[in-house]
């Protein structure tokens, strides 16, 4: 029989460099401010207050196999991969606490998300299924931020809704970051199990956990919500929707996963964020 790495039709092609930036945004010109679309602002609070956690349980679940891999490259893009999405939930952070924090009670999500779905699920997951299943799920679920950030760049639909600078070179940077490390953890599980039960397992556990959460984060952010315009927040809602946003993308994205062979490296969009990331990295500098 096949193993995945046989069904492959395409050659892989991994991202040049994963360089870790140090961003220092504090989001300060944004606390206070009335966004322009609400439904945009609490779609983007909603997983902005989900990465930081998240981003931590795919540093975890990529850094208990670390000592696994015996290609040097792949033991190098591992470092960078845990540099970057450290760098993620740390500018998230400063993101929720200035920006959302101001407008909403945010730690009462943020408790109840640690506690259930890393304290508990995660926790009686690994102990009942390996760790290996946590590695797939973070596999998958890089797969889904890789489709997004792919989206989101090449739509030219972050530049449209999105009218502040330091937001949009936020968002942006953390759209080229995922691009660049996008294959880390689905070359790590590879190496570690070239299953694909094992992999299809880790994005079904995920496509039902992730939108959870994200539901449950924008449900406690419009709970909040006040004096919401309910007809522009359904007007936007359904223009998201119709525009390729993220929602359009999760379930192709589902798909094109569970394709025998599927590798993240089949869409070679390294050097749209590579000339991304050169504007941002020049705002970057003059910041500095
Ligand atoms: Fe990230
Ligand atoms: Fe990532």
């Not at 609070?45 to 349980?57: I, K, N, T």
């Not at 009686?124 to 797939?136: C, D």
Request: charged share 25%.
């Amino acid at each position: 029989m096949l193993n995945e790495k046989q069904m492959r039709t395409t050659p892989t092609k991994r991202s040049e460099q994963i360089p870790v930036r140090k961003p220092q945004w504090t989001f300060s010109e944004l606390v206070g401010q009335k966004p322009r679309s609400d439904f945009g602002r609490m779609m983007f609070g909603a997983m902005s207050l989900v990465f930081p956690e998240g981003e931590r349980f795919f540093i975890r679940s990529v850094k208990h196999f670390a000592s696994q891999i015996h290609d040097e490259g792949l033991t190098q893009d591992v470092k960078n991969f845990i540099g970057q999405e450290a760098q993620h939930g740390k500018l998230h952070e400063t993101f929720n606490k200035a920006v959302l924090g101001h407008e909403y009670d945010i730690e009462s999500f943020l408790k109840w998300y640690k506690s259930t779905m890393f304290d508990f699920v995660e926790t009686q997951a690994t102990k009942i299924l390996g760790p290996k299943l946590a590695l797939s799920i973070t596999a998958a679920a890089e797969h889904f931020t890789a489709t997004w950030a792919a989206h989101g760049l090449s739509s030219g639909y972050l530049e449209e809704h999105i009218t502040n600078q330091t937001l949009l070179d936020f968002m942006q940077w953390h759209a080229v970051e995922e691009i660049e490390h996008k294959h880390v953890a689905f070359d790590v599980l590879q190496e570690v199990d070239d299953s694909y039960p094992l992999r299809v397992a880790g994005m079904l556990f995920c496509a039902t956990l992730l939108p959870f959460v994200i539901t449950v984060a924008f449900l406690s952010l419009i709970r909040q919500a006040k004096n919401l315009d309910i007809f522009a927040f359904f007007r936007d809602a359904m223009s998201e929707g119709k525009n390729g946003g993220i929602m359009s993308s999760f379930l192709p994205a589902i798909v094109e996963y569970m394709k025998p062979g599927f590798h993240p490296s089949d869409h070679d969009d390294y050097a749209m964020a590579r000339a991304v990331a050169e504007r941002i990295e020049q705002r970057m500098e003059k910041v500095a």
